[in-house]
Nanobody, 115 residues
Framework: QVQLVESGGGLVQPGGSLRLSCAASGSTSSINAMAWYRQAPGKQRELVAAITRGGSTNYADSVKGRFTISRDNAKNTVYLQMNSLKPEDTAVYYC?????????WGKGTLVTVSS
């Protein structure tokens, strides 16, 4: 089993920045890819960014050039640096980790972009 705990959410003004962190514990050696998803009110959960154990990344088109995902394998932590935030980035952000057998989810952290 893998446990994921997100942190770093909050209220930020448009154009501002936040950094989310997700700390993994448990059977972390089984984790391959890690990712950030988000779910805005009334919308489906969507992939924001993902990173493999080797460091390959991919991003949703809506966040390319503004968000950066990174991973510290030694600390079993994945980060999401979010810059130039927009009101439409407002959502609950969830950390995801995948092994060959299972997908794990954190409880989410709320990001609100508003003036």
């Amino acid at each position: 089993q893998v446990q994921l705990v997100e942190s770093g959410g909050g209220l930020v003004q448009p154009g501002g920045s936040l950094r989310l962190s997700c700390a993994a514990s448990g059977s972390t050696s089984s984790i391959n890819a890690m990712a950030w998803y988000r779910q805005a009110p009334g919308k489906q959960r969507e992939l924001v960014a993902a990173i493999t154990r080797g460091g390959s990344t991919n991003y949703a088109d809506s966040v390319k050039g503004r968000f950066t995902i990174s991973r510290d394998n030694a600390k079993n932590t994945v980060y999401l640096q979010m810059n130039s935030l927009k009101p439409e980035d407002t959502a609950v952000y969830y950390c995801n980790a995948e092994s060959s057998l299972m997908a794990y989810w954190g409880k989410g952290t709320l990001v609100t972009v508003s003036s």
